[in-house]
């Protein structure tokens, strides 16, 4: 697991796939949203995003969201 939960706001999703793109760059070094370990939907005017089971909450796609559709909270130590 990740050092982070990613909390999803999907009003603020342009569906501009950055976040797919930086994802898929960092684990598998291409530019190719089918690969990433988030995946955005878009349809119409609204956005849904998810995770696959792949995704280790890294936070390199809230990072990279301009939009503030990602935001990403420390996750306390596990004891």
């Not at 999803?8 to 898929?24: A, D, I, N, P």
């Not at 690969?35 to 998810?50: E, L």
């Amino acid at each position: 697991m990740g050092n982070y939960d990613i909390q999803v706001s999907t009003e603020s999703c342009t569906g501009c796939l950055r976040c797919q793109l930086v994802c898929s760059d960092l684990y598998t070094e291409t530019f190719n949203p089918s690969t990433a370990r988030i995946q955005v939907v878009t349809s119409s005017a609204d956005c849904s995003i998810h995770f696959t089971e792949a995704c280790n909450e890294c936070g390199v796609c809230v990072d990279h969201c301009f939009h503030g559709a990602l935001q990403k909270m420390k996750r306390e130590a596990e004891k």
